[in-house]
């Protein structure tokens, strides 16, 4: 259901900063608004709780907001408590930023090997991406996990590239387990 949610209020803002020529601007902002939730939890909270009514939430919003978002973000922003989303402000957010990004051609990658990579390599990995995929620029998040043993996984959104070594011994084992002796 939150995903529906965030799909159609963030489709609703990706058409009205279409609609003003402003999504780059708009863009930006959602950014910067969704770090400022992320480190103000208890603003959202606030505007969750109960006992506090719908006019004073959106108050609250005007008061913290005005003056520094553009109309349309205070508008969608107005409309996400209006509507009594204020809790879902943040996957909105990030569906809106994720699907401006996929329409750029800026992807992420999560690439996870058993030791840290050098520079160097780093570098290697995202050319390659670039080369092999259809985005122009990447975003790389790289992690450590020492139990692949070797090799790397790469996970591109719902793609996955696992080079690992536990995942060849895995298949390995899978197909000695199923050779039958006679």
Request: aromatic fraction near 6%.
């Amino acid at each position: 259901m939150a995903k529906l949610v965030s799909k159609v209020y963030g489709d609703a803002l990706m058409q009205a900063a279409r609609g003003k020529d402003k999504l780059d601007a708009v863009f930006e902002e959602a950014v910067a608004l969704s770090q400022v939730f992320r480190d103000h939890e208890e603003l959202i909270h606030l505007l969750d709780h109960p006992q506090v009514v719908k006019e004073e939430k959106i108050q609250i919003i005007r008061n913290v907001f005005q003056g520094k978002v553009s109309d349309e973000m205070m508008g969608f922003l107005t409309a996400i408590v209006d509507k009594g989303r204020q809790n879902d402000v943040l996957a909105i957010l990030d569906y809106f930023i994720g699907q401006v990004k996929e329409e750029k051609g800026i992807g992420r990658a999560q690439v996870t090997s058993a030791v840290e990579l050098t520079d160097t390599q780093k570098a290697q990995v995202k050319d390659k991406l670039l080369t092999t995929t259809r985005y122009v620029e990447f975003e790389m998040n790289y992690i450590v996990d020492p139990s692949l043993i070797g090799g790397m996984v790469i996970r591109i959104g719902d793609r996955v590239v696992d080079s690992s070594i536990r995942t060849q011994l895995y298949e390995l084992k899978k197909q000695l387990l199923s050779v039958q002796l006679a």
